[in-house]
């Protein structure tokens, strides 16, 4: 069964900076795209970020744009979202899902557990 592992969340300070990974033992990442989605309490998942996997074209949520950043080290099987001026409200559990498009949540087959990051003073 294939399973996405998330690793990097924490607690942050408003302003402060995270950076999470996301790697699939067992799985070669390569042929995927890969997308960070996040749940905060009491609302629906979001799509944060998404990379493709032909060439490496990226989107993000606008509430994130210009503060994360969604990179992929096929060598590594490793994809990683750094998240930067964090705010309060990017506190949430952080997922990663691989999918043969960055359609959203829908084109996603597989997923991680999840990361909490929580933003706070």
């Known amino acids: 069964q294939v399973q996405l592992v998330e690793s990097g969340g924490g607690l942050v300070q408003p302003g402060g900076s995270l950076g999470l990974s996301c790697t699939a033992p067992?799985?070669?990442?390569?042929?995927?795209?890969i997308g960070w989605f996040r749940q905060a309490p009491g609302k629906e998942r979001e799509e944060v970020s998404c990379?493709?996997?032909?060439?490496?074209?990226?989107d993000y949520a606008d509430s994130v744009k210009g503060r994360f950043t969604i990179s992929r080290d096929n060598a590594q099987n490793t994809v990683y979202l750094q998240m930067n001026s964090l705010k309060f409200e990017d506190t949430a559990v952080y997922y990663c899902?691989?999918?043969?498009?960055?359609?959203?949540?829908?084109?996603?087959?597989?997923w991680g557990k999840g990361t909490l990051v929580t933003v706070s003073s």
């Open positions: 899902a691989a999918g043969l498009l960055c359609g959203g949540t829908y084109d996603m087959n597989y």
């Open positions: 067992g799985f070669t990442l390569d042929y995927y795209a």
């Open positions: 990379i493709s996997s032909k060439d490496g074209s990226t």
